[in-house]
């Protein structure tokens, strides 16, 4: 039978002694493998039962029970603050970084309503000019955006067909009787549309009411101007009497989604949650909280290890008899260990997550609160 290496008893750490080294500078890390691989081995049974495997087994776990530990850590982190990640930089390590959160990443997202309302977005409303013909009332606006040199789909978005403004019609019988005040409105650069009109003391809402008349006079004892827009044929309302522009403001559709991907140079900016810039932790930062849940996670990966060796020598022969090794239980064990662990280390980041936080906080102000409700009122007595 094969001579199978057991645990000589002590251990002696150096770097390059783990599969990937992420941790063998780390003073910290280099201290307590040697104490990890005691402790590991010591609940296993050494030295009452020999444990076949050597100290670079016992390191490898415990550099993988720290990096799990940080990838638990860091998924959470990204978990709460990816809005606030995407779209920033990519190169600076921000292990150690306080976040604070943004809106950010939340305006961009809504930059489509923007877009939309014609109130900003990321996609320009362009303006074009249709001429519109005497007593011709239907207008095709594919042969306009061909006849222009638009190309692509386009959206409309605004049809500007309207009489000119009130003002201009605006005729007061009052106007140069020397009152003193010329140029009706001159600062709200409306003077070039109306006569020199003065008057004493006259509020702005008088100007308002008789825009008004003149606007409702339009609207309900003459043909209101309007159109209608099915399937790219504008149709004018009523029958137009004048040569004039129609303008009308559209978008590209096409520029709806090309807007809305942003190139970026590999590993620059933060696009998805593989390059969002946390790298292995620092295991000498990690509290005793911490190196508590990786010295029990070191040790079921150590059960589960020791459970592989021992199944290839289900038995070993020792003088008159046979010994048969606990495969099943150790990697039974080392499962349900692993997996609790895990399910542990997520309910704790979970409990002290943001929100769960400021739940906890509120939940404390209001019991606060009726705790001193109960507080009983002096009463002075003067």
Do not use: H
Not at 63 to 88: C, H, M, S, W
Not at 288 to 317: D, F, N
Not at 319 to 329: H, I, S, W
């Amino acid at each position: 039978m094969a001579n199978i290496p057991i645990w000589p008893g002590t251990s002696s750490f150096s770097p390059g002694d783990t599969p990937f080294g992420f941790y063998d500078y780390d003073t910290q890390f280099q201290s307590d493998a040697d104490k990890v691989a005691t402790f590991v081995t010591r609940r296993l049974g050494y030295p009452i039962m020999e444990v076949e495997l050597q100290a670079i087994n016992i390191y490898a776990a415990f550099e993988e029970a720290v990096t799990t530990y940080g990838n638990e850590l860091y998924a959470n982190k990204i978990r709460q603050d990816y809005l606030t990640f995407e779209g920033a930089s990519a190169t600076t390590n921000i292990n150690n970084a306080l976040i604070t959160p943004s809106f950010a990443s939340i305006i961009r997202l809504s930059e489509q309503y923007g877009t939309e309302a014609g109130t900003g977005g990321n996609t320009d409303w362009k303006r074009g000019l249709l001429p519109m013909t005497a007593s011709v009332q239907d207008y095709d606006l594919d042969t306009w955006a061909s006849s222009s040199g638009i190309t692509g789909s386009i959206e409309i978005k605004r049809v500007f067909y309207e009489a000119d403004p009130a003002i201009v019609r605006y005729f007061d019988p009052y106007a140069g009787t020397g009152t003193g005040m010329q140029q009706l409105l001159d600062n709200f650069g409306w003077g070039n549309y109306s006569p020199a009109i003065n008057f004493l003391l006259m509020p702005i809402n008088y100007d308002l009411q008789k825009i008004q008349a003149i606007e409702f006079n339009d609207q309900i004892r003459k043909s209101q101007f309007s159109f209608e827009l099915i399937n790219n044929k504008l149709r004018i309302f009523p029958i137009p009497k004048l040569n004039r522009n129609l303008t009308i403001q559209y978008l590209i559709k096409e520029e709806r989604t090309s807007n809305s991907i942003s190139q970026t140079t590999p590993g620059s900016t933060v696009t998805n949650i593989s390059n969002v810039p946390f790298t292995n932790p620092t295991y000498q930062y990690i509290n005793s909280v911490g190196r508590q849940w990786i010295y029990e996670y070191t040790l079921a990966l150590c059960k589960e290890m020791l459970g592989y060796v021992r199944g290839k020598y289900t038995t070993v022969p020792i003088p008159n008899a046979e010994v048969t090794l606990n495969q099943a239980d150790l990697l039974t064990a080392a499962a349900a260990e692993k997996v609790a662990l895990i399910e542990r280390l997520r309910a704790y980041l979970d409990e002290t997550s943001r929100t769960k936080l400021l739940e906890a906080r509120s939940l404390e102000a209001d019991y606060k609160l009726k705790e001193q409700q109960q507080v009983p009122l002096p009463i002075y007595i003067y």
